[in-house]
C-alpha cells in the first residue's frame, strides 16, 4: 500500500517542481526498476537525464530566438571538400571559441554562394551551445535599426543592446551601399564593441572597398582599423554552392573564384596598436 502513495507523492512533487520530462518518464521507469530491469539509482539517473536534455534543448531554442538564429546551419552539415581554399582546422579551431574570449572579429570574405553565411551562423551555433549570446543581423537591418533608435531619440540603449551579444554577426557587409549617417552610426557601434565583444563579419567585398561601401574613406579607415585589429580573416575563394548544379548557365565574368582586392589593405602608419592586424587564432 506504501508504494503508490509514495509514487503519487513524487508524481506531485515532479509537477510542482515543473519536471515534466521526468513525469513522464516515470511510470514507465519505476514499472521497469518493479520487473528489475533498472537499478534504483539508474531510474534516478534516466529520470534526470530526460529532465536535463529537455532543458537544454528548450534553453538552445530560446538562445535561438533571442539571437535571431532562425536559419539552422551547422559545421556538421558544412561539406568542406566543396571549399578547397578553405582550411577546415582553421575553421575547426575557431569553433572552440576563443575568440570570443579574446574579444576578436572574424571576417569571412568571398563572392556569393561559398558558405560565408553558412559558417557564420554555424559558429553562432557553436557559441550559444557554449551558453554564450549571439546577435545575428545583417549590416542593413543593423543600420536601419540603430537609424530608427537615433530618431527616437534611443540610440545609447540600442548601441547598448547589441553589445550585450558576446558574439554580434553582421552579415552581408557590401550588398548594399550605406548612407553616410549609417556608416557613421555603424562606426559609433563597433567602437562602443571595439576590444569589449566578438564579431563575425561576412562580405563579399574586399576591404579597399569599403571606402566605397560606407561612403566615406575616412570613416571607412576609422571602422577597419577597429575591425582588423586582432582580426582573424578567412578568405574563400571557390564557387557558388547554390549554383553547383547550374554553374555553366552564369557566366564567367559573374562567377565567383578568386575575387580581386580581397586582402587587407596595407598596415595603418603611426604608433603601432598593442598587436599587429590580422593576428589569427
Ligand atoms: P554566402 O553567404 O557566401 O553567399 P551561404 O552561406 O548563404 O553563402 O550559402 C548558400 C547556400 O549554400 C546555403 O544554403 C548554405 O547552407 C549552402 N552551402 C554553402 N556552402 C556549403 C558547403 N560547403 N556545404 C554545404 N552547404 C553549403
Ligand atoms: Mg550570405
New binding site residues.
Partial sequence: MNAPTTLARVRQHLVQLKLACALEVLDDTMDRVEQGQLSVLEAIDILLNDECANRETRRIKAARMTARLT?V?TLE???????PS?DRNRILTLAQLGFIERHQSVH?L????????????ALGMEAIKSGKSVYFTTLTDLITSLTKAEREGNLVNRVRYFNRAAVLIV??VGYLPVSPSGANLFFQLVNARYEKGAMIL?S?RGFKDWGEIFGDNVIAAALLDRLLHHAIVIE?EGN???LREHAELVPESMQGKRQEGIKPPPKRRGRPRKATAYTDQ
Fill in positions: 536559419q546551419k552539415s558544412f561539406d568542406f571538400s566543396f571549399q578553405l569571412f568571398g563572392p556569393p554562394g561559398v558558405g560565408k553565411s553558412h559558417l557564420a551562423l552579415d552581408e561576412t563579399n574563400i557558388s554552392y547554390r
